[in-house]
């Protein structure tokens, strides 16, 4: 084994660390707002929210994301470019990991929310009610943040599953951490290598995130 390619090559592992940390950063923000309103949608009473909110939720957790990364890059993202932009060449590969990753992480934060909120004692929201606040007040201001506490392990967890999960952006050359793997095993024909230091980064980014960032908010937002 041949060390020394990790090095020769460190500035594109140092890019495709930076576009890994970016994608998952976004696809996190992009998710969570995203999944916040389908979750919202999904308990509405009214059915023109509720059915496609279910519809979308129910699609992208039961597809691979694989097979939807590969869909909104080759056929979703070039119709709609080309609708809006005729002749003008498509984004580049990292929108379309983005948006990909963005989309699927909805669906699963959509769920997880549903879930912390129907957890909290109905009464709270009568007794907001009660007191003259509108339904969307109350979910704003009594039941989302009592939820969000019960919800950090779970939304911990999807986080670190996004982390990981973006490296099956590497079939469309989105150039993040996998694909310099990749990329660096086939110009150099060294296997063990560049694979190996892709997976003790991935293990040092997932104990951040665990250990650091999600126990530091848990301990933070705990209520004990």
Known sequence: MDWSVVYDYREMFFRGFLNTIM?????TVAGTLLGLFICLGKMSSKKWLRWPSAVYVELFRG??????ILLIHFAVIPSIWEAFFPGQKSPEAIYSGMIALSLNAAAYIAEIFRAGIQSIDPGQMEAARSLGMTKGMAMRLILIPQAFTRMLPALGNEFISLLKDSSLTAVIATPELNYAAMSVAKSTFERYPPYLT????????????????VRGLEKKYSTR
């Not at 994608?23 to 696809?27: G, H, K």
């Open 23 to 27: 994608l998952t950063a976004i696809a």
């Open 63 to 68: 597809t691979p994301m694989l097979v939807q």
């Open 198 to 213: 892709e997976a003790a980064i991935y293990l040092v980014l997932t104990l951040f995130l665990s250990r650091v960032v």
